[in-house]
């Protein structure tokens, strides 16, 4: 992988991480089109890390009201939703560790779980906003949101995409399934991290520091923008319009 492939991935990562359009099933796509023959895997989990930061400072006012409040019932009963919808993704990824990552090999899998995306979306298009904020989530509620998450971890399935509609069906305002949606990233985004980290080595660098640093700039610069693009979106109700995208992709990946 050289810099210039490093950089499109980058940005192929800010852009698809936050937009409801799958940024893992994308960096397959690319990678396969840039014929690497192994998928660069710390490399993915290093931008997906670059994307963490660009959450931690879009929703640095939340994370710090959370923060300073730890005393508050209302703040202490968040964290433990998180805690909650993050389980199913963290017993997912144990359990089935070897076969997800086989799965970012496979172009034939995405073509489902583009289909998949495609469905979730489409869905939402049929749920008016909601009345609940994220006080009023029950248990029941953010385990849902966590086993949407939890099939996420697939290549092709949007994990943005997927929480926020769980959200909403749900019963969720859009800008609060908007921001339980990114703070449920946080734990399972730096928790992919920490376990890559056990396994690294300068030859899991796949390109080089040069290469992978730049492909981190980009990831964190174009997932920030993503996210004012996304929130937008979110709180207009045209979260669907993804759905046509993702469906028109999955046919696309048919004739590669």
């Known amino acids: 992988m050289d810099i210039i492939q490093s950089l499109i991935l980058g940005a192929v ?38 994307t963490l930061l660009a959450i931690v400072f879009y929703l640095r006012k939340e994370i710090w009201s959370i923060v300073l409040g730890l005393n508050k019932k209302e703040n202490q009963r968040l964290i433990g939703l998180i805690i909650l919808a993050t389980i199913p993704a963290v017993f997912v990824g144990f359990l089935f560790k070897e076969k997800i990552e086989g799965a970012f090999d496979s172009l034939n899998l995405l073509v489902f779980t583009f289909l998949l995306t ?36 697939l290549p092709g399935v949007s994990r943005s995409g997927s929480t926020i509609s769980a959200g909403l069906f749900t019963g969720l305002k859009r800008d609060e399934a908007f921001k ?19 396994n690294f080595s300068w030859g899991n660098l796949n390109g080089g520091f040069f290469a992978n640093f730049a492909g981190f ?5 174009f997932g920030f923008l993503s ?29 590669i």
Not at 184 to 195: D, K, Q, R, W, Y
Not at 217 to 221: E, G, I, R, S, Y
Request: aromatic letters at 14%; proline letters at 3%.
């Open 180 to 198: 339980f949606s990114f703070l449920l990233a946080i734990p399972v985004i730096l928790g992919a991290m920490i376990l890559q980290l056990f």
């Open 217 to 221: 700039l980009t990831a964190v610069t």
């Open 118 to 153: 495609a469905l979730i979306l489409a869905v939402t298009k049929f749920f008016e906003n909601g009345q609940k904020g994220l006080e009023k989530l029950g248990w029941i509620g953010a385990l849902l949101i966590g086993l949407f998450q939890a099939v996420a971890i």
């Open 13 to 50: 990562q800010g852009v698809t991480e936050f937009l409801p359009i799958s940024s893992s099933g994308h960096l397959v796509l690319f990678q396969k089109l840039f014929g690497l023959k192994e998928p660069p895997i710390f490399f993915d989990t290093l931008i997906h890390f670059a």
């Open 227 to 255: 996210l004012k693009i996304l929130e937008r979106i979110t709180v207009k109700g045209k979260l669907h319009y993804f759905a046509y995208y993702c469906l028109v992709l999955a046919i696309t990946i048919l004739f």
